[in-house]
Structures are given as C-alpha cells and as structure tokens.
C-alpha cells in the first residue's frame, strides 16, 4: 500500500531563518510528487511536480528536491506570508491515477 | 482564465438530509477529482472521472456517489447525512493522469 509521511507535523520560524520540510514515500514506482500550499479555508494551490530523482524545482523562496525514498521542500529566508501548510502527493505508476496525501506541514513564520 | 469553481461555497445541512455538491473544472481538463478534507488531514479521496467514465473510487460508503456531464463539470451527491460528514469538500481537475491536479476553494458542509 502507498504511503506518504510528511515530517515534521508543525514547524515554527523566525523570519529569515531558513528550514527544510520532509516528504517521504513508499510506492512500487514513482509517477510524479507534486508539492501544494494550502492556506486557512482555501484549496491547495499547485506549487511544483517532480518526477525523477535528483530534479530540483524552484519558486521565490521555495526550493524543492526529489531522491529515490523522499522529497525535501527547502525554505529559504521565509516571510510571515510564507505561514501555510504545506501538502506531499505521490502518484504511484502501478495502473493508478489516484494521487496519495500526506497530512502535511504547517508552518508558522513569526516576524 | 478561470480556476476550479465549486458551489455552494458553504452549506449547513441536518443529519439524515442529502446534498449535491457542484465543481466547474479548469477548461480543457477532461478529470475531475473529489476529496474530503476534515481539520489536520491531508485531502481523502473519494472519487474521480475521466471522459464521464468513473476511474477510481476511494474507501467511502455507497451514500456517496458521484457523476461527470458531457461538459466535464461534476456533482458529487451525498444521502442520508452523518455528522461525521461535516468537512471541506474539494474538487480537483487536471488535463491528464501524469499532470498535477488543480483544486477549488471547495465546499464547507456542516452537519447538524
């Protein structure tokens, strides 16, 4: 059964200190990951898809990177408008195009 | 161009009533996806069309059903209320099955 564990729960930072958020995922074989913000009573807005390892998306702040087992979303120099959580998806080549959610990162950045 | 649209935004329902939920996909998308989302989870899947055929269907009761119209836009029908189905119900669309999908604001449903 696909599995996708997103570490840590909750993460609190000061504005400009720089963290990583974790996506780890157990699948027969990698579709696609696809990495999502998701602000208090929205949807989860698309940030990046990864699809081998060793590919690195960026946007802004946001850093995202793929190995074989995990995915790492890296924050540089956050701002408080940086504070959403932050979901993993893992699309398994096994036949279905049904994506797996993590339960995702919250993250709180404090001026 | 527009986004994923989902109506109502929010809904208050009592226990043992039913409720249609409705989704506009982005145009061009031909899947149409729908979750639950309940505080602190990650979205759950429920179901998703493809070309107004059912592609896959997650581990919800048969109160739950759902359709896709010729224009790809989708209703998802839920019977005889539980209060444990109070939550955000998001539609998601995407143009085929390796690209992202796309998600609404969705619908919040609280039961009573």
């Known amino acids: 059964e696909d599995q996708v564990t997103q570490s840590p729960e909750a993460l609190r930072l000061q504005e400009g200190e720089s963290s990583s958020l974790n996506c780890s995922y157990t699948v027969s074989g990698l579709r696609g990951l696809f990495w999502y913000r998701q602000d208090p009573g929205k949807g989860p807005e698309f940030l990046f898809t990864?699809?081998?390892a060793g590919e690195e998306k960026e946007k802004e702040r946001l850093k995202a990177t793929l190995t074989k087992k995990e995915s790492f979303l890296h924050i540089t120099a956050p701002k408080p408008e940086d504070s959403a959580t932050y979901l993993c998806a893992v699309l398994d080549e096994g036949g279905s195009y049904i994506p797996t959610f993590g339960r995702g990162t919250s993250l709180i950045v404090h001026p | 161009d527009a986004g994923v649209t989902q109506s109502p935004t929010h809904l208050i329902k009592t226990r043992g009533q039913h409720v249609t939920l409705r989704c506009s996909p982005i145009s061009g998308h031909k899947s149409v996806s729908w979750y639950q989302q309940v505080l602190g989870q990650g979205p759950q899947f429920i179901f998703q069309y493809y070309e107004k055929e059912e592609r896959g269907r997650g581990n919800f009761p048969d109160r739950f059903s759902a359709r896709q119209f010729p224009n790809y836009s989708s209703e998802l029908n839920v019977n005889a209320l539980l209060l444990g189905d109070s939550a955000l119900y998001l539609c998601?669309?995407?143009?085929?099955?390796?690209?992202?999908?796309?998600f609404g604001d969705g619908t919040r449903l609280s039961i009573l």
């Open positions: 998601a669309s995407s143009s085929d099955s390796n690209q992202p999908q796309h």
């Open positions: 990864l699809y081998s």
